[in-house]
Structures are given as structure tokens and as C-alpha cells.
């Protein structure tokens, strides 16, 4: 985040406050540059949470409004901050922590603020609302009082002269600057011949720097039982190798099986500590050839040597497939 936490003083330098004053008399808003709309969305459903009480009739809110109802339902599968320009209006969000907070402003609303507006609602909601709520509620805007902190915020951010003293632009501006928001288009949205579908191609792509949540201690157990069992088989296949020149009834295939179960349990450490794409499917396929490579070796291996490696496979895909990736956590610079 870039604004310091309501009710607590801002610890930064007096040259960056300066900055941030200079940033926002420079910005140059006009009368018709502002903030329009604002709403609060659970990530996983779109479920309404909190809007700001809306009294525009302007023809090009409402219709922007239809666009930003379908982002809601699709928040899951886009970027934690993206703009979308080719509407009326621009439509600016942000997520983190299963929690969406959106924005329809003016075009020539600068960014910088835009995605301050949007951090400072963020900060507030989730010093108010806890998660187990946040994720039981059912009906929509069950937090609609939050509608009051909303408009008090549109309020000073429509207003330049209030605004520039109580937010750091410099900090927004460079954290914009090394992960700019991503451009949305139309069809991102779903529409066809200008029309909005509700129902569309969810978005592949994922969110730039895209982290997963830490590992846990059962996670490190799996890593490190599976990097044994890489041992295992590397030493096995090794041993193959000098049997296979000095016996010539030892099969070839045994030793390319001991040296693909070896690059099998790697992968699925790899799976485990670093996000990549079809992640779940792939420690499912690498389990699968565990098991195979284990079938491939019951001359060699004992019953519970093989039961040993897929218990260790079955037990590295769980913790592969629990570990999922994580929104971004706020900074509060305080």
C-alpha cells in the first residue's frame, strides 16, 4: 500500500510528503475528473459486499457498471490489478485475500490516484471485516455501512486540494512504475459486437510475480522425503549401470526406470516450491509414473520399499496441490 493506516501518523521522509503534495497540485483535476463508482466484490463468486449509494443516471455509468458486473464474476482469473479502458469509462481494480475492490472513474482520472483510491478501501475493509465473514456471508451487500468510509474517501479524492496532504503519490507512482496494472480488452470481459456475455473464456494468463503461499512444515517433510527417494533410485540406477556391463541378464529398461522414478520425484519437489502452469495435473502425471516405475521394479524392491515411494509421491502431490497461490498481502507502511 502507499498510504499510511487512518489515525497514524505518516513515518516518511519530509521530502516525500513534499513530493506527494507537489504530485497531486500537478495532477491537474478538472471538474470532470473524479471517481464514479466504487464497489467491494468477493473474489470467488462476485458477490456484492459493499458499493458506494449510487445517484449518477448518466447513461455511460450505468452501461460501464454491466462490464464491471462481469469483472466481478471473474476476478479469480485475471491479474491482482488491471484496468480496463475500452468502455465509457475507465474501470480500475485491485484483489488481495479473496477480496476485489473496484472503481469506475473518468478517463482522464490520473492512475496513480485511481489505484490509491482503490489501496486506501482495501486497508479499511480488511481492518474492519474478517476473513471467516467475509466468506460465510450470503446475502449481497451485507456490508453496505462500509458505504459511508466509501463516500467520505470519493469525497477527498474528487477533491484535489484535500487529497494531496493525507496520501504519498511517489509511492504509488513508483510501485506502478515496477508492476504496471494490466491493460484489460474487450475480450477479457466477453463481449460479441459490442454486447456483454456473462459467460466467457476465463483469462489464462496469470498475475506478474505470481507467488504461492509458504510452504509448511509437512510441505518441507514431503520435499525432502521425495529428495530421498531421488537418491534412492539414482543410487539403484547407478548400480544397474555396472551390473549391466558385468550381467548380461540385466535388462536396459531397468536401469532407464530407476533413473526416470529419480527425475519424477525431482519434478514433483520442483512442483511443490515454484508455481508453474497445471500444476495440479502435473504432480497427478508424476505421481502416476511413480507408481509405474515402482510396478516396472517388483524384482527388485521388497513390498514395502514399494509401498515406501508411492506413499512419498501420493504425500508430495497432496501438499503440492494444498499449496496454492497467494493474493497479494497489503503493505502498510506504517
Known sequence: GSA???GRPHRGSGSARLAACEGGASLGLSEM????FASVVRVRDGLPLSASTDYEHN???QETKKYLKVLSKKLGHLPDRSTLRDVHYNIHFISSL???YMIICSENYPNVLAFCFLDELQREFITLYDTARINTVVRPYSFI???NFIQKTKQRFNN????????????MQTEIKLRPAHQLTMFDVGTANGNVRLHSPPYKGIAPNQRLEPVKLPGFISCLLSFLCAALNLIRGFHAMENLFQDDDEELHTVAVFFTGTAACLYQCYLLTCYSGWRDLKSL???????LCNLSLHEHRNTWQI?????????????TMMRQPQGKVPDYNV
Request: with cysteine; glycine share 8%; aromatic share 6%.
Open 145 to 147: 455501512e462500509f458505504d
Open 33 to 36: 475528473s473524479m471517481v464514479l
Open 307 to 319: 509401498l515406501f515411494h508411492v506413499a512419498v509421491a501420493a504425500f508430495s502431490t497432496l501438499q
Open 285 to 291: 502425471l508424476m505421481l502416476g509414473l511413480v507408481c
Open 98 to 100: 479473496g477480496v476485489g
Open 160 to 171: 484535489p486540494r484535500s487529497l494531496s496532504t493525507k496520501i504519498n503519490l511517489a509511492d
Open 59 to 61: 447513461k455511460g455509468v
Open 4 to 6: 499510511p493506516a487512518r
